[in-house]
């Protein structure tokens, strides 16, 4: 298959990261015999700094002519720490999800066997936990209108929603539970938000379709609780834009590091894949960056082509990595630490060679790249 990929670095850690995945994704081509095309472009911080606005229209231009995105983080501390900034980074991920129709997010949320000691929650609770979680990506008060009083004393910000904006991304998430264990737990505040009872409403009448998937209501606060009480009981979680940013953040903490999830951006002709973290500009440049979410990303990104095994060859790949501690520190505090670029030369070497990676294990640590 060949393939044209936008790559969006970003900001901080994200162009760290990002080359790690697209290290994977040419030893994926390499051995499964795919041509994929990697182009460059500029978008948050780094984009403002060079062209004075966060979305250069050449790299919207780009993102619109390839066949699919990967993404690496935006954002930046001078603009963090400025609430009065009218230019921001993060405009120019909203705008490029409202231009692309990226009105999916899927972040899956798994913990992983090697790690259930790392996560603050007990074992017992976390353990087994497999979740999709379908966030509304191009609606709700993100995209709503924003007011600020002429004094500066007042602010105001219009969250809104349309059935036709409901009815797609509900959809998705039926179809993908009847795939998964059957379940569709929908997170709102219908006891207070008037869009949340036309989600509520929808949402429900949309159920009947889909005779084989149970259908569950939480209000939001209730499954913030849920998620650290009892994980397990979740298998999609269909939720709005604001509800849904907040709950996947909460669910990072099951697998023991926000480094190991990865989504996709998904609307009807366009998808981009990256990692759920931030910019994390306090570690850029210095190797900690955990890089398994952006290559868990690239995984997501060949699912999205059909390229199953391609894809399964990725996750069998990290899975050898977590198990042999080959990781960044926020994962691997108690064993030597694994640089970012570490972890994607022992990936991209178990792709090349799955047999002998375990006799590289100890290039890895001594610094040598097997792959010349």
Request: proline content about 4%; aromatic content about 8%; charged content about 25%.
């Amino acid at each position: 298959m060949k393939l044209e990929i936008a790559v969006l670095p970003g900001d901080g850690i994200g162009p760290e990261v990002t080359d790690q995945a697209i290290k994977v994704l040419k030893a994926i081509a390499l051995e499964f015999d795919h041509m994929f095309k990697f182009r460059i472009a500029d978008v948050g911080a780094v984009a403002i700094d060079n062209y004075g606005v966060p979305l250069p229209e050449q790299t919207l231009t780009l993102c619109a002519s390839s066949d699919a995105i990967l993404f690496g983080a935006i954002g930046h501390p001078k603009y963090d720490n400025d609430p009065s900034a009218k230019v921001r980074p993060e405009q120019g991920l909203l705008k490029l999800r409202k231009e692309l129709g990226l009105f999916a997010n899927i972040r899956p949320v798994k913990a992983y066997d090697t790690l259930l000691d790392k996560s603050p929650l007990k074992r017992h609770i976390i353990e087994g936990v497999d979740i999709s979680i379908y966030r509304e990506l191009t609606g709700g008060i993100y995209f709503g209108k924003k007011e600020l009083s002429g004094d500066g004393n007042m602010a105001s910000d219009l969250c809104q929603y349309s059935r036709e904006e409901i009815e797609r991304i509900t959809h998705l998430a039926f179809e993908a539970a009847q795939n998964r264990r059957g379940k569709v737990t929908l997170v709102d505040k219908a006891n207070v938000l008037e869009t949340s009872r036309l989600w509520r409403k929808v949402v429900t009448e949309i159920a009947k379709q889909y005779s084989d998937v149970e259908m569950d209501f939480l209000f939001v606060d209730n499954a913030a609780m849920q998620m650290i009480l009892n994980p397990k009981q979740f298998d999609v979680i269909l939720t709005e834009n604001l509800f849904g940013d907040i709950i996947s953040d909460e669910a990072s903490v099951i697998g023991g590091s926000i480094g190991l999830l990865a989504s996709a951006s998904v609307g009807k002709k366009y998808a981009m894949f990256e990692p759920v973290h931030g910019s994390f500009p306090q570690a850029k440049n210095k190797g900690i960056a955990n890089p398994i979410a952006s290559i868990l990303s690239a995984a997501l990104l060949l699912e999205h082509f059909e390229l199953f095994n391609e894809a399964q060859m990725i996750r069998i790949a990290v899975d050898k990595s977590l198990k042999l501690h080959i990781s960044t520190p926020d994962i691997n505090a108690n064993y030597d630490t694994i640089s970012t670029s570490k972890v994607g030369d022992f990936i991209e070497d178990f792709i090349h060679n799955p047999g002998d990676t375990n006799m590289n294990f100890n290039n890895i640590h001594l610094g040598q790249s097997t792959i010349i």
